[in-house]
């Protein structure tokens, strides 16, 4: 820090008169690592006195840190209340600044859990005149704090209160509010302040703002309203594991366990991916919901818990299906598929073993379990798969891919070999080209473009020899026939 900045912290009036006399320019001058000028400065430290020379010696009152904090912002996080209420009061400071991320005073209030300062923020956002007046005749007034601004991730200061679980912050925000339309207000992710309370693992803060619009149009719009990826409040409890904020939303609104969200996912494809059993059981035992139902890509539980390993609880979606069926998705592949794709090997040879699955089975395009082993670079599994279970090291999908190329895409080298060495599969142009699309100087490159300039050598060589062989056979038949002509002669 300069001396101004230093005088300007420890609230040194005189001194700071005598810097700013004899150097003017000092009263601008910024603080290296943060940009605080003196009159941030004294934000900061609360130094009320220092602020009130510094503007009368006409400081830029719009100045701001490296961060695009400004005063107001300084004095709400570090809760000075005296000098904020100094700056809006004299109508010094704009309270609906925003910093470099969009937040206003009101978002930093929230975030820095400074209730008294919220209160007195909200305070100015109402004119001083009946509310119930306003409500009467439905007319929003300009206010000067603004309720319901914004930031850079698109939250309200709603959002934030919600998402940190600052009830009673909430409380004080829905009563600044003349109409619950601020309860429906989307971010950037198309979440409402209730998806955020709910993913945040606030029951208190979710069952407080529903019952704040109890009996309203706003109460179902909020049970329903689905973020970008399609998700209600139904979906976010489950995704995150909140059982009991889940069966309280079950039992104010019953049809929400139905809901779908963009992928076509029931709240059960939703609970497999959480790899929770305990909800799992739930919505199967006490919902109803169907275990094997397929979203928008034929995807099935089975194959999410395929993909994420979990044997315990793909057990028991296999047990609650009558039918020996192996789902397929869209593309035709199984969960064995997807295991083998994921490195999951305990789940693909369950698969195998208790379920009878076949690796061998192709999906729409001819790609089989093997294909998938070799993509995911599997060598162990690769090896059980081609030496105990004697699968089709040969085989290709539609396109003409062979085992190779998944190989060669999975960038092991010890595999790619073995496909070699072991089983003579035969290296291809687009083999190489997958290869040095993943890695241009890999060992698994340069060992495939080896293979083929030597696979290509000696099929030269061996046209080279033929045509050598030829020769000699057509010299030695023209020898022949000049003894038969001489003879005959």
Same mark, same amino acid.
């Given at each position: ?225 689905? #973020? !970008?990826? @399609?998700? %209600?409040?139904? /979906?976010? &409890? *489950?995704?995150? $594991?909140?059982?009991?904020?889940? =069966?309280? +939303? ?112 192709? #999906? !729409?395009? @001819?790609? %089989?379990?093997? /294909?998938? &082993? *070799?993509?995911? $670079?599997?060598?162990?599994?690769? =090896?059980? +798969? ?104």
């Amino acid at each position: 820090m300069a001396p101004i900045h230093l005088a300007c912290s420890n609230g040194r009036l005189n001194l700071i008169q005598y810097i700013i006399k004899h150097v003017p320019s000092s009263l601008e001058l910024l603080v290296r690592g943060h940009g605080h000028t003196p009159f941030l400065t004294a934000v900061y430290f609360n130094q009320l006195e220092v602020i009130k020379y510094l503007i009368s010696k006409k400081c830029n009152l719009s100045a701001t840190d490296d961060e695009g904090s400004g005063a107001v912002h300084i004095s709400v996080e570090r809760g000075h209340l005296n000098v904020l209420k100094y700056l809006i009061d004299n109508n010094y400071c704009n309270p609906n600044a925003t910093d470099h991320q969009d937040h206003t005073p009101l978002h930093v209030a929230v975030a820095a859990n400074k209730d008294e300062i919220l209160e007195y923020l909200l305070s100015k956002s109402i004119p001083s005149m009946s509310i119930v007046w306003l409500r009467e005749i439905k007319c929003l007034l300009d206010s000067p704090v603004l309720n319901n601004e914004q930031d850079k991730d698109g939250n309200t200061p709603l959002h934030v209160a919600c998402q940190r679980g600052r009830q009673n912050m909430v409380s004080l925000l829905l009563k600044a509010s003349l109409s619950n339309n601020n309860l429906l207000i989307t971010n950037k992710k198309g979440q409402t302040p209730l998806h955020l309370a709910v993913a945040s693992g606030h029951k208190d803060t979710a069952e407080a703002l529903l019952s704040s619009v109890t009996g309203s149009s706003t109460h179902h719009d909020l049970l329903t309203a689905t #973020d !970008n990826e @399609g998700s %209600t409040v139904f /979906h976010i &409890a *489950c995704s995150n $594991g909140h059982i009991d904020t889940f =069966l309280h +939303f079950c039992s104010i609104y019953p049809d929400g366990i139905n809901t779908l969200d963009n992928r076509k996912r029931t709240i059960l494809h939703v609970a497999c991916e959480n790899e929770n059993m305990e909800l799992v059981q739930l919505v199967i035992y006490n919902c109803g919901l169907d275990p094997e139902a397929s979203d928008k890509d034929g995807i099935t539980c089975m194959h999410i818990l395929a993909e994420r390993g979990n044997t315990t609880i793909l057990q028991f979606i296999k047990d609650q299906i009558v039918s020996s069926y192996i789902p397929c998705d869209d593309n035709g592949r199984t969960p064995l598929h997807y295991a083998c794709l994921f490195n999951r090997n305990e789940m693909a040879l369950y698969l195998i073993n208790s379920c009878h699955y076949n690796p061998d089975d192709p #999906d !729409n395009n @001819g790609y %089989t379990s093997v /294909h998938a &082993a *070799c993509e995911a $670079g599997n060598f162990d599994l690769i =090896l059980q +798969f081609l030496t105990e279970l004697c699968c089709n090291a040969l085989a290709e999908t539609h396109d003409k891919k062979t085992l190779l190329y998944f190989a060669s895409k999975s960038s092991n080298l010890e595999l790619v070999r073995f496909l070699v060495d072991v089983f003579s599969i035969k290296p291809r142009p687009h083999d190489i080209d997958i290869a040095q699309s993943v890695n241009p100087d890999s060992s698994v490159v340069k060992y495939l473009q080896k293979v083929y300039d030597d696979m290509i050598f000696d099929m030269m060589e061996e046209e080279k020899r033929m045509k050598e062989t030829h020769r000699e056979k057509h010299e030695q038949q023209q020898q022949t026939d000049i003894q038969r002509q001489d003879i005959t002669s």
